[in-house]
């Protein structure tokens, strides 16, 4: 019994430990997600921006103007690589978090297979051991119903 006592204790530990690993699985994913948005959101921006400088460089603008431009395009094309930098960095986490989590929950899974094969054989030994004394029982009623005709005979002398 204390066998399944310490198999339930480490199922309870291995699912604790589960639940906290797809929690931080799940926390990634929306940093992740977050770093997509972050990541379109400045890709859009500097498409709106392009368009726009696009029309006005048609007017006819100052060379410092568009030297102003160049650099603050370059400064977002610096923030995009940046934000690709995080993307991949947070792709590669959550790839890891989910490892982690799929080594946990089978983990968790081989340890409700021990319990199962452990509360399995210790039902059968608990039927053994209650067939031997429903057999004992059978031979000792047995044994009782035969020795009560031979006590009970009368002799005729």
Do not use: C
């Not at 948005?37 to 500097?46: D, F, G, P, R, V």
């Not at 051991?129 to 059978?138: G, K």
């Amino acid at each position: 019994m204390s066998g399944i006592k310490s198999i339930l204790l480490a199922i309870e530990h291995a699912t604790l430990n589960r639940d906290a690993l797809a929690k931080a699985a799940a926390r990634v994913e929306r940093n992740l997600d977050f770093a997509r948005s972050q990541m379109a959101q400045l890709e859009n921006y500097a498409a709106d921006t392009d368009t726009r400088w696009t029309g006005k460089a048609t007017q006819g603008v100052s060379v410092e103007l568009m030297r102003h431009q160049y650099q603050f395009m370059d400064r977002l094309q610096q923030a995009i690589a940046m934000q690709s930098g995080v993307l991949t960095q947070s792709a590669g986490q959550l790839e890891q978090a989910k490892a982690k989590l799929l080594q946990a929950e089978v983990r968790l899974l081989g340890l409700n297979q021990i319990l199962k094969v452990r509360q399995t054989a210790l039902l059968r030994t608990q039927r053994q051991r209650q067939q031997r004394h429903t057999d004992e029982f059978a031979a000792m009623q047995h044994a009782r119903n035969r020795a009560l005709p031979m006590s009970g005979e009368k002799h005729d002398n």
